[in-house]
């Protein structure tokens, strides 16, 4: 299954040219449709280091939706030529993909993150959807050879939608892996949002939001992200140097 929404690359990544309303049209329209519909949240962080992995770079090209999750793939897009209108998280696809799964009566099934912290996330999502259909829940902690059962309690409990909470790239690898042995109908993976949604980490507030700002607030509750936060000026140097070269282009 394939998205037929334009596309951009970054550093040769593919990323959609897409907003959070546009997401949503697609969403809605291969959702029904036969097979997986893959739904991938990259940021620039994954961008710069699958742009060195022509493996990853493969994977994330498989998706049918590609969300720019991250204000560096706002600003680079600018930069290649290509400016995408918004930057659309993940976290608020996903709320509007669950407001969508409620009012027609599909289910979704919470995979990923430290045990509990799925069931939390559930209950909490039910609060504000409480038609909400949750077909089950699995923590994060695995080893590959419990794959194959995760898979089948995913397929045994009915589920429609898949939200993976694994951290990329393994809730990306896990999708595409296991894509043909799933029986729901879309597949998400959205990071750390089951941590946010159980109250285990707090998001940053709409200011932060509406700025750009989250990854400062990200790093003033987690210093220990220092390293990480320093790979966003280096994806910037790497889309300043690499301009509007056909890498910038529409594939």
């Given at each position: 299954?394939?998205?037929?929404?334009?596309?951009?690359?970054?550093?040769?990544?593919?990323?959609?040219?897409?907003?959070?309303?546009?997401?949503?049209?697609?969403?809605?329209?291969?959702?029904?449709?036969?097979?997986?519909?893959?739904?991938?949240?990259?940021?620039?962080?994954?961008?710069?280091?699958?742009?060195?992995?022509?493996?990853l770079k493969k994977l994330f090209g498989s998706a049918d939706i590609i969300l720019p999750d991250g204000i560096g793939l706002v600003y680079a897009s600018r930069i290649v030529g290509h400016p995408l209108r918004e930057r659309v998280t993940g976290i608020d696809f996903l709320e509007s993909c669950i407001a969508y799964l409620e009012k027609n009566g599909k289910s979704i099934y919470f995979f990923g993150s430290k045990p509990g912290v799925a069931e939390k996330a559930a209950a909490n999502i039910k609060k504000k959807y409480p038609d909400l259909v949750v077909a089950g829940c699995h923590h994060g902690y695995f080893k590959p050879e419990d794959e194959?059962?995760?898979?089948?309690?995913?397929?045994?409990?009915?589920?429609?939608?898949?939200?993976?909470?694994?951290?990329?790239?393994?809730?990306?690898?896990?999708?595409?892996?296991?894509?043909?042995?799933l029986s729901v109908s879309a597949a998400i993976g959205v990071g750390g949002s089951l941590d946010v949604w159980s109250g285990d980490l707090k998001r940053a507030p709409e200011f932060y939001q509406k700025h750009g700002l989250?990854?400062?607030?990200?790093?003033?509750?987690?210093?220990?992200?220092?390293?990480r936060m320093m790979k966003l000026p280096v994806f910037m140097l790497k889309v300043i140097a690499q301009g509007k070269t056909p890498g910038g282009k529409r594939p």
């Open positions: 299954m394939t998205a037929d929404n334009e596309r951009i690359e970054i550093l040769g990544v593919p990323v959609d040219l897409i907003d959070r309303e546009r997401a949503l049209e697609k969403f809605e329209k291969l959702f029904p449709e036969p097979g997986v519909t893959k739904i991938f949240t990259p940021n620039s962080e994954i961008v710069q280091n699958a742009s060195k992995d022509e493996k194959p059962e995760i898979v089948r309690q995913i397929n045994e409990s009915g589920a429609d939608f898949l939200c993976v909470a694994l951290g990329a790239p393994k809730q990306e690898q896990f999708i595409y892996s296991h894509e043909d042995e989250e990854w400062l607030y990200r790093f003033i509750q987690q210093p220990s992200r220092f390293g």
